[in-house]
């Protein structure tokens, strides 16, 4: 089977990469920027096949579909950090809207047929209100940034298509995940980099946080790429389905669940630049229908990830420490 991940190289790409060559009879592709850092594939680049291809230029996607005639398409590909779309809504949109306009229309133009995964979000659902919780496929989208105006538009844009054109094409919003090699700007990430700086003397014992207060719905990035696999093996075309772990937790305690795995003392110090004009205060999702669909649960619990993610940071951190030494 040939499977195009676009965004390989980011953080769920390199998971998903991992997780399509462990099931054996797949060739995996991937799309790249040229200016894309390649450090979370490094290790998988005698195993998959890379093109460099810009969503953004239609021409470069209808090669790159030609050329490789994929039989499944997982679409991850776009500017996925929620605070740079408020610096650069236009690039956001553009990236992520039209990106994937251009995925779908090269698909019609090349009379392609593969099964496509839309990776949505559940940012999409914004503005919540207590009494909607949990959020099902089926609760109001009140998109409360640039990002998740993006996303919600990448959402829909894949229900038209799967409708108007009969396209195989599966919507997911993931909630939050995180696990090993997740990017430095994302908060879990952020907290389990500055803790090993502070572990290793390379940072003073201060960890500099935005808003604790919010509450989110994690679950490990193996377990979302486990089922992106499954919505496109048994889910329906046009759907879209929610994955999540049912259960919300504030990013305070995420924090704490961190600092107990180290013996550093620190200091917390929020800083202002790292809080949002408007945030999203509470997510929790309803998986209850994709699990139904596919069989799919999460199986990795939250302080397993947590620790996962800090020894990675720990394993990036050491040899800068030791040169420094």
């Known amino acids: 089977m040939r499977v195009l991940v676009t965004g390989i190289t980011g953080f769920v790409g390199s998971h998903l ?7 054996g009879g797949i060739q995996v592709f991937g799309t790249q920027r040229w200016r894309s ?48 779309s408020w610096h650069a809504p236009s690039e956001t949109m553009t990236t992520n809207s039209i990106g994937q306009i251009n995925l779908l229309e090269s698909l019609r133009e090349l009379k392609l047929g593969p099964r496509v995964q839309v990776a949505g979000s559940s940012e ?45 094409i599966v919507r997911t919003r993931a909630f939050n995940h995180s696990g090993p090699r997740r990017g430095e700007v994302f908060a879990t990430s952020n907290f389990a980099k500055q803790i090993a700086l502070i572990e290793a003397g390379l940072q003073e014992p201060v960890i500099s946080v935005g808003d604790l207060s919010s509450r989110r719905d994690f679950s490990d990035v193996r377990d979302i790429v ?51 004009p408007s945030d999203v205060q509470i997510l929790k999702g309803d998986c209850s229908k994709f699990t139904r669909q596919t069989g799919w649960k999460p199986a990795i619990p939250l302080e397993q990830t947590l620790e996962d993610l800090l020894n990675y940071w720990r394993s990036k951190v050491r040899p800068v420490a030791a040169t420094v030494a």
Not at 17 to 23: K, T
Not at 130 to 142: D, F, H, K, V
Not at 246 to 275: C, E, F, T, Y
């Open 37 to 84: 850092k390649t450090d979370n594939i490094d290790h998988l680049r005698s195993k998959i096949t890379l093109r460099e291809c810009d969503l953004r230029d239609a021409t470069s996607v209808r090669q790159a579909l030609a050329d490789i005639k994929p039989e499944r398409i997982f679409h991850l590909a776009g500017q996925s950090f929620v605070p740079m």
């Open 226 to 276: 486990r089922g992106y696999w499954l919505c496109l093996e048994k889910g329906e075309p046009g759907e879209v389905y929610n994955l999540c772990s049912g259960r919300d937790v504030a990013i305070r305690d995420v924090l704490d669940i961190l600092l107990k795995l180290s013996s550093a003392k620190v200091q917390v110090k929020v800083d202002p630049a790292r809080l949002r």
């Open 17 to 23: 990469a991992e997780f399509l060559l462990q099931q």
């Open 124 to 168: 999409e659902y914004g503005l919540v209100l207590p009494n909607e919780l949990p959020l099902t496929e089926a609760s109001p989208l009140r998109p409360l940034s640039p990002y998740a105006v993006s996303k919600v538009a990448q959402d829909f844009l894949g229900f038209q298509y799967a409708r108007s054109y009969k396209m195989f």
